[in-house]
């Protein structure tokens, strides 16, 4: 675990990439040379095995790190560099926080390269997104009641990864401010709505991590723009 957080440690922007959506080749060869930190691939809906191996056969083209979010057993894919595994923390439906888990691990723990995983506490907060949706998140919280699901996280979990997901709108960035204050041993990611330098720097400010995706395949001229543009920010 120690290896995986020296990695993850390292990431300061991250491009994730779907599967399920298309990415010419000269837009997969700018985004892997960008000087972006590493590549996550996964996505709410759609992935598949084939698709999978498909996109990570691309990315093993260039010496970028590639981690797989994992979002379903049948599209669990070897070769990737890291995987991360999703643990929706303001859900009542213990499915997205330990059901589908045990269920994995009841039928493939054999499998698992556990030195190869790294458990991400999800606190999603856009409620019109197709991952509250599905995981039915309770995506209406303030930042003391955010804060207080990244201390779960932080300090009676210990994740090595609180993932701030507002997935495909901007979000408040105070609330941001409030979870990255209160977390003393997680890295905070944040993604979602970053399609500009300027909101790039804004959740640079706040989080350890930045994801970049649906900027992506709307206008990846501004994706690699986000890149230097998180870089040159320190935290607050």
């Known amino acids: 675990m120690e290896n995986v957080k020296s990695c993850l440690s390292s990431w300061r922007h991250v491009f994730k990439l779907d599967p399920d959506r298309e990415l010419n080749d000269e837009m997969l060869d700018a985004i892997c040379m960008s000087g972006s930190d590493a590549i996550l691939v996964g996505g709410s809906s759609g992935v598949t095995y084939e698709n999978t191996v498909d996109l990570l056969s691309r990315i093993r083209r260039y010496e970028i790190p590639c981690a ?3 979002s379903d057993l049948e599209a669990v894919v070897p070769g990737f560099d890291l995987y ?7 859900t009542n439906d213990t499915r997205w926080l330990v059901g589908q888990h045990q269920q994995a691990i009841e039928q493939y723990g054999f499998m698992i390269p556990w030195d190869m995983l790294a458990a991400e506490g999800y606190i999603i907060l856009n409620g019109e997104s197709t991952a509250a949706r599905v995981t039915g998140a309770e ?16 300090k009676l979990m210990r994740l090595p990864i609180i993932y701030v997901e507002y997935s495909g709108t901007f979000g408040d960035m105070e609330l941001v401010q409030s979870i990255y204050r209160t977390v ?21 400010r706040v989080s ?3 994801v970049v995706g649906n900027v992506v395949y709307d206008n990846w001229a501004a994706a690699l723009e986000t890149v230097q543009a998180v870089k040159e920010t320190p935290l607050s």
């Open 208 to 210: 350890h991590t930045v």
């Open 68 to 70: 797989l979010e994992v």
């Open 84 to 90: 991360l595994i999703p643990m929706v923390l303001n």
């Open 184 to 204: 003393s041993q997680s890295q905070v990611f944040y993604g979602g709505g970053i399609d500009d330098v300027s909101k790039a720097r804004q959740a640079a």
């Open 139 to 154: 995506a209406g919280l303030n930042s003391r009641e955010a804060a207080a699901y990244a201390q779960i996280a932080d």
